[in-house]
């Protein structure tokens, strides 16, 4: 379904039988409506998280009209997503009318499901040509729309460019969509801007803007945007989540632990959500209350080897901060069994050697992480964390200045840690050279990493004259 077919249950039409059937069924009476009204008032309740509403409309529907095409294609589709092919196909057995476009889409998406993309291409074509020109159109977007739902990016994004109506919103926003998907995301903030701007009170434009501009690392923008879907519905988890990840991104630990609070409050289950909240709590030294929710999602994933080798991996981050070293190292073997990449588990078990003074032991695991990653400038910036962490100023910085290519202007990482390892071993010069490249160049990381030795409002910009005015008095008393 579009993003825009929620302004149809706003429509005054669809709200009077909305509220004709609600009378009808407090009233025990049986709903008098046809098959595509009961789907409708179906899908309006799952678009509004009423899933047993919507899952008690739609037997109604299917007790009243058992071959009728939408009811089947409802439970059918609720049957995909709950992971029961058999019971999919089972509804779609009971569509008698496979003509319908409907019956063609519900057939290549159970085809999708199975991953028999060329199968569902080819009936998807099969209908296509079929069709007249006055009414293919829908039909793109129809079928684009399902590609989309199912992260076949590219092959929605091939459909939509074969229609003709570049100024139809429903076109602007699929294609934004695939765009987002094909990490095009300029392109797609383009898109969704002007949908927001065109529909400023329609939450879910504000909400893929602001995912669009967050994948962007563009965190006051993803903030703003997100602002206007909270503003719009307070109650909705995603745009809370959103703004939290955007505090976190800009190192705002704090706030964002408010918002992944509030994101929670409201979401019936979101295990990343409880991962994130974790982070931030570890990065506020809230040790006991980051197990707290990260033993949460450990419970409530199952166990699941999706989540369960991250989990493992931030409570043995607890563990070892805490000062429980063996348990945290017990940790770490659970999330190499679960598949937790073993590069940042090596340099968590130097971590923890560092913590026990064992030097040589935990260089020789840095050492590893560096051998095995396969994302070089990520391992090194984990590396020179734990090095800094445990006060080792002087060995991060000869790692860094032997691994970072400083003079190249594309090198915006780890500056921040160079300035604080050369503030730390007081070597004033080489402090205001890092944090004037890291002002320029990577503003974010240095507030992250050197914000505490500065005014808290002060801008980043600000930070090289104020730090030179500083040593410079300095030295004159």
Request: charged share 30%; hydrophobic share 40%; aromatic share 12%.
């Amino acid at each position: 379904m579009l993003l825009t077919d929620d302004k149809f249950f706003n429509d005054p039409e669809f709200r009077e039988m909305l509220k004709a059937y609600e009378e009808a069924a407090s009233k025990g009476m049986p709903p008098f409506f046809d098959a595509d009204d009961l789907i409708d008032i179906a899908d309006y309740y799952r678009l509004t998280d009423q899933m047993d509403k919507a899952m008690e409309v739609a037997q109604n529907a299917i007790d009243l009209f058992p071959n009728a095409t939408l009811p089947n294609v409802f439970m059918a589709r609720n049957a995909l997503q709950n992971d029961n092919l058999k019971e999919a196909e089972y509804y779609v057995s009971m569509i008698e009318a496979e003509d319908d476009p409907d019956y063609i889409y519900i057939k290549a998406e159970l085809l999708i499901y199975q991953y028999k993309l060329e199968e569902a291409e080819k009936l998807l074509e099969a209908k296509f040509h079929e069709l007249t020109n006055d009414d293919n159109g829908w039909f793109i977007k129809d079928v684009a729309n399902l590609y989309l739902d199912y992260g076949e990016y590219e092959r929605g994004y091939t459909w939509m460019m074969r229609y003709c109506d570049v100024k139809d919103d429903d076109y602007k926003e699929l294609l934004g969509r695939a765009l987002y998907g094909t990490w095009k995301l300029e392109e797609c903030e383009s898109i969704f801007t002007e949908l927001a701007d065109k529909y400023p009170f329609d939450k879910k434009y504000w909400k893929v803007l602001a995912e669009a501009q967050l994948s962007q690392n563009k965190f006051d923008e993803a903030i703003n945007s997100s602002e206007y879907a909270i503003a719009i519905d307070p109650d909705d988890p995603v745009p809370h989540g959103i703004k939290a990840s955007a505090l976190m991104g800009k190192g705002n630990w704090e706030e964002a632990v408010k918002f992944f609070k509030t994101a929670l409050s409201h979401a019936q289950y979101d295990c990343s959500g409880y991962i994130q909240l974790a982070t931030c709590l570890i990065n506020t030294n809230e040790f006991k209350e980051a197990l707290e929710w990260l033993e949460k999602a450990l419970k409530e994933s199952g166990n699941a080897k999706e989540y369960a080798g991250a989990i493992y991996h931030q409570m043995a981050l607890c563990q070892g901060a805490l000062g429980n070293n063996e348990e945290a190292k017990n940790l770490l073997d659970k999330a190499e069994e679960k598949g937790e990449n073993k590069t940042d588990l090596y340099v968590a078990r130097a971590h923890i050697l560092q913590t026990e003074k064992q030097y040589e032991a935990a260089d020789r695991y840095f050492n590893k992480a560096l051998e095995l990653s396969t994302d070089q400038m990520h391992t090194l910036i984990r590396i020179a964390i734990s090095l800094t962490d445990c006060q080792r100023y002087k060995e991060c910085l000869q790692l860094l200045k032997e691994k970072l290519p400083v003079i190249d202007e594309n090198c915006t990482e780890g500056l921040s840690l160079l300035a604080l390892c050369s503030l730390r071993l007081n070597q004033a010069e080489d402090f205001l050279y890092y944090l004037r490249l890291a002002a320029e160049r990577n503003p974010i990381e240095l507030r992250m990493i050197l914000g505490a030795y500065f005014p808290e409002n002060m801008a980043t910009k600000d930070y090289y004259d104020f730090a030179y005015k500083q040593i410079h008095k300095s030295k004159q008393q």
